[in-house]
Nanobody
Framework: QVQLVESGGGLVQAGDSLRLSCAASGRTFSRYAMGWFRQAPGKEREFVAAISRTGAVTFYANSVNGRFTISRDNAKNTVDLQMNSLKPEDTAVYYC??????????????????????WGQGTQVTVSS
């Protein structure tokens, strides 16, 4: 069992940066590949970024590639999302999540909501024009 808590969201202007953090409880954090997703008002939850359990492999949605960076610190049980050059289209509630088993190898990543098992409560990011 894993509990996830996101933090770092807020209200910013277009072009600004934010760093989101996800803190995980449990003894098996390093077993999980992790992902960030977001859900804007009236829209489906969408994939943002993923990172393998070792942190060696990352993958991004086309809409954020080049602007966002996902990272993890297995010693601290955290996964972060650095968001630069924010756009109004980035406005959403952002969620972190752990992959569903089977966990795959050390380079495994998931890019679909169905690949993930445990979810945090989300943190709001609002980007004004």
């Amino acid at each position: 069992q894993v509990q996830l808590v996101e933090s770092g969201g807020g209200l910013v202007q277009a072009g600004d940066s934010l760093r989101l953090s996800c803190a995980a409880s449990g003894r098996t954090f390093s077993r999980y590949a992790m992902g960030w997703f977001r859900q804007a008002p009236g829209k489906e939850r969408e994939f943002v970024a993923a990172i393998s359990r070792t942190g060696a492999v990352t993958f991004y949605a086309n809409s954020v590639n080049g602007r966002f960076t996902i990272s993890r610190d297995n010693a601290k049980n955290t996964v972060d999302l650095q968001m630069n050059s924010l756009k109004p289209e980035d406005t959403a509630v952002y969620y972190c999540a752990t992959v569903q088993p089977p966990y795959g190898g050390p380079n495994y990543i998931g890019a679909r909501t169905g690949d993930y098992e445990y979810w945090g409560q989300g943190t709001q990011v609002t980007v004004s024009s």
